[in-house]
């Protein structure tokens, strides 16, 4: 046993190079990988936190349009600035008792979410809108 152990150390053919690079390479590998999976990760993290802000805005929106949904002309395009955000509610008139809401959330200018409703007229508006 002793014999084969100072032969694999002394062996002067390279095999312990071999060995060696193969592990280095493995090694690098799963460091590089590492990285990469760490940056889409965090890429990934961004995404979804401005998907929440979107999505935060859009609720905001929403939320205000239908607290004050007796008072609204509907022939008007609404606009709002939230502190982490802006929107703009537009109405198209779908028939005399249903109209089309879409609610548009911006958040600078690369992302924003758009959303259409479809929601009933009110009864005291249907006859002064027309």
Sequence with gaps: MKKQLLYLYKNENGSMFIYLFYLS??????TFTMINQFANEQSLSNLEIEALQ?????????QTVMSQWDEIDFSQTLHFQFPNGESSVLFTRKSEEQ???????????????TKVYQLSI???????EI
Excluded: C, S
């Design 122 to 128: 009110p009864n005291e508006q249907k006859d002064t």
């Design 25 to 30: 390479l493995i090694t690098l590998l799963l």
């Design 99 to 113: 109209v089309n809401m879409t609610i548009t959330a911006y958040r600078g200018d690369q992302y924003r979410k």
């Design 54 to 62: 979107l999505n935060m805005i859009h609720q905001q929106t929403y």
